[in-house]
């Protein structure tokens, strides 16, 4: 499945040529395709390992991010496990962008058939991210390879915001009520900027970036979006949940109405701009931001 018009073709051959010339040792291995987003690929290694391969030299920069962040924070969060890097893979001639190779993390994502107790999930996850967003910056700044735009103010994106609105309106204005959607958003962008100090930020806690085991929360993966920022986006993502894990991440976090109307402004950025942008190319995650959506405005009319 190609999603980007500048994507690196990617199959067992090509990984097996790039396992024997830089750690030889795994390429005999048993290799299985083990999922894809929209900026990587995954494939399982043996039973311990995965690869992951960024499905453009651009996405490459996320990848070279972890190798470089992942192994300093893995040892401050307690809360939950996140992956371990174990070989930080080279660009090469026929895949011209970093790649990595981490330890396999066994779990299940979130899903209802997963989540043995909504209200603890969410709980848990306030806690990681509470967790997260504490620990040291350890000299890192906001900007450049840590400059997620998820990490900044709203205001930067209502241009593309928008533009997402008026083709959603387009394309959906009859299945989704975009009119209260772009309202909230506006609600979240007339609020005053958020102030305090830039924390480390995951940037995606969706479902299929949360790892459950025996009902409960076990790890968070792919910090391709890891930056240093304000922390309203952050929880954006819980939109992404059933109502009960989200009340309960509410009340464990102790966030403000003010902060919350604005996680929720940037939960309807994400998911009206993916919405548009992978309709046609990746209907699954396509299918993902249009249930975000949904979930809002029941909340919206349940308030």
């Not at 043996?46 to 972890?66: F, N, Q």
Request: charged content about 25%; aromatic content about 8%.
């Amino acid at each position: 499945m190609t999603l980007h018009d500048d994507e690196i073709p990617v199959d067992e051959t090509l990984i097996r040529s790039l396992l024997a010339a830089q750690c030889p040792r795994w390429a005999g291995l048993p290799l299985e395709p083990a999922g894809a987003g929209t900026d990587n690929t995954v494939y399982r290694l043996g039973a311990d390992l995965l690869v992951r391969l960024p499905r453009t030299v651009e996405h490459g920069r996320s990848v070279r991010k972890e190798q470089k962040w992942l192994p300093r924070l893995a040892p401050l969060l307690g809360t939950c496990r996140i992956p371990e890097l174990v070989h930080a893979g080279t660009p090469a001639g026929a895949f011209p962008a970093v790649w990595s190779v981490h330890r396999w993390i066994d779990g299940d994502t979130v899903r209802p058939d997963t989540v043995r107790d909504p209200a603890a999930l969410g709980t848990d996850l306030a806690a990681v991210v509470r967790e997260l967003h504490a620990i040291d910056l350890m000299g890192a700044v906001r900007g450049g390879e840590l400059g997620w735009y998820r990490g900044g103010a709203l205001a930067p994106c209502a241009g593309w915001v928008g533009k997402a609105f008026d083709d959603c309106r387009a394309a959906d204005g009859a299945d989704l009520d975009v009119d209260t959607l772009e309202r909230l958003w506006r609600a979240g962008l007339a609020l005053p900027e958020p102030v305090g100090p830039q924390v480390w930020l995951h940037g995606d806690l969706k479902p299929g970036n949360l790892l459950v085991r025996d009902g409960r929360l076990h790890a968070v993966i792919d910090f391709g979006g890891l930056s240093v920022g304000l922390p309203d986006a952050e929880h954006a993502a819980v939109w992404d949940l059933p109502p009960v894990a989200r009340g309960a991440y509410w009340d464990a976090a102790d966030l403000s109405d003010a902060t919350w109307s604005r996680a929720r402004a940037w939960a309807i950025a994400v998911a009206v701009s993916g919405l548009v942008y992978y309709r046609r190319t990746y209907p699954a995650f396509a299918a993902e931001c249009r249930a975000r959506l949904s979930s809002v405005l029941m909340d919206a009319a349940g308030r």
